[in-house]
Every structure is written in structure tokens, then in C-alpha cells.
């Protein structure tokens, strides 16, 4: 089983609609978690952190669900220049000396189309 | 403020040929890492280098990669001799810390044939 699994889509969806992502984990050490965004043959940048609480920014909602080990992204009011590819990251301890890392899933790709 | 700064953009060679990306981190970023992307797929860790010093290469294959960031700064990795496989984007990304946001550079794309 992956650490990180995403559906790779595409999702394509018309403008203004409501697209939701969903990602899921396999170590429930992990201990945070995050969203990128990545453009075609783009750099990955950060979109938004994903906090136990849930949090928004803008138009763009993160959930975190430890129990069931999954995260969503939900972004509402689709706009043409929100097509892209969406990392799912999850950051996990790894070992006794309490190394770090970040472990990326494949990506979910949203064509919002006019 | 510059971001993350890396060289070639892209490079075509022919298997068992030798292969070398340079990596300028964010100025007073002490956390570095490469990744590899292969196409349809999420970055994957290489290395990740706090200072000039190795935190985790464990995803490392050191048959044929090795990379150094010998002043604490810029780094370079070296793919010798390149495989068909090795055709990928490689991302180097820099933070202040390891728990801080990465910020990553263009990337290399790397064509083996």
C-alpha cells in the first residue's frame, strides 16, 4: 500500500462549480500534513497547510480526519486558473532519531473548463 | 527575495553517460533537499542535507547518485552512469528549518536515451 494515495483524476469540472479532493494516509504516526499545487511542468508550491481543526483561505477548505486517516481539499467557485495538479503531502517521523520527511502522493489533475 | 536557483533546466544524454545538477538554495535556508519526479507521479526524497551535513539519503540509489553541499550552501548531484529510469525532474527545494515550508526551485528535466 502507498503512504499517499490520491485518485489522479482528471477531474474536470465547469467554472463555478465545487470540486472535492480526497487523500489518504497509511501512517498514523504521520503528524502534519499539507497541499500543493503544482502548474504543468511547474515547481510544486505550498497551497495551504491542513490543520486538525480544519482551516480556509478563500475559496480553498482543508479537513483533516486522523481516525480514518484521510484529508480533503474542497474548493469552491472553480476558476479557470485553479487547473493544475494537487499534491497531497503528509510529513511523518521516521526512525529513532526522529528524522523528518515529507512524503508526497501522486497528485490529483483538475481541468476547470469554461 | 530570490528563490531557489537551479542548473541546466534541462539535459538530454545517453545511458551510461555522466550527469550533473547544481542546486543555489534561498539565501540563510539551512535545510536542503532533491527530489526526484518522474512524470505522473509525486516528488520523490533523494537527499535532504541540514547545513552541509546528510539528515536522510535513504531513498538514495548510491550505486550511481551521490550528492554534496560541501560550504552549507549551494549542492550539486551527480547521476554516474545514467539509466533509461533516471529520465525525471529533479527538484531541489530549500526551507529555514525542517519543520519550515519548502520552497523549489525549476527543476532539471533530465532526458536519458
Known amino acids: 500500500r502507498k503512504e499517499v494515495e490520491q485518485d489522479p483524476g482528471p477531474f474536470n469540472v465547469p467554472e463555478g462549480a465545487t470540486v472535492a479532493f480526497n487523500c489518504t494516509y497509511s501512517?498514523?504516526?504521520?503528524?502534519?500534513f499539507f497541499w500543493y499545487r503544482q502548474d504543468c511542468r511547474k515547481e510544486p508550491k505550498l497551497l495551504m497547510s491542513v490543520y486538525s481543526s480544519g482551516n480556509e483561505d478563500g475559496r480553498f477548505t482543508a479537513q483533516l480526519n486522523r481516525a480514518s486517516q484521510y484529508i480533503s481539499l474542497l474548493i469552491r467557485d472553480s476558476k479557470l486558473s485553479d487547473s493544475a495538479t494537487y499534491l497531497c503531502?503528509?510529513?511523518?517521523?521516521?526512525?529513532?532519531?526522529?528524522?523528518?520527511?515529507?512524503?508526497f502522493g501522486s497528485g490529483t489533475r483538475l481541468q476547470v473548463q469554461p | 527575495e530570490a528563490g531557489v536557483a537551479q542548473s541546466p533546466r534541462y539535459k538530454i544524454i545517453e545511458k551510461r553517460q555522466s550527469v550533473a545538477f547544481w542546486c543555489n538554495p534561498i539565501?540563510?535556508?539551512?535545510?536542503l533537499y532533491w527530489y526526484q519526479q518522474i512524470l505522473g507521479q509525486g516528488p520523490k526524497l533523494l537527499i535532504q542535507?541540514?547545513?552541509?551535513?546528510?539528515?536522510?539519503d535513504s531513498q538514495l540509489p548510491k550505486d550511481r547518485f551521490s550528492a554534496e553541499r560541501l560550504k552549507g550552501v549551494d549542492s550539486t548531484l551527480k547521476i554516474q552512469p545514467a539509466k533509461l529510469e533516471d529520465s525525471a525532474v529533479y527538484l531541489c527545494a530549500s526551507s529555514r528549518g525542517s519543520y519550515n515550508e519548502q520552497f523549489f526551485g525549476p527543476g532539471t528535466r533530465l532526458t536519458v536515451l
Open positions: 542535507f541540514q547545513n552541509n551535513g546528510v539528515v536522510d
Open positions: 501512517n498514523s504516526a504521520s503528524q502534519s
Open positions: 539565501s540563510g535556508h539551512a535545510t
Open positions: 503531502v503528509v510529513n511523518t517521523n521516521r526512525g529513532p532519531t526522529g528524522r523528518r520527511a515529507l512524503t
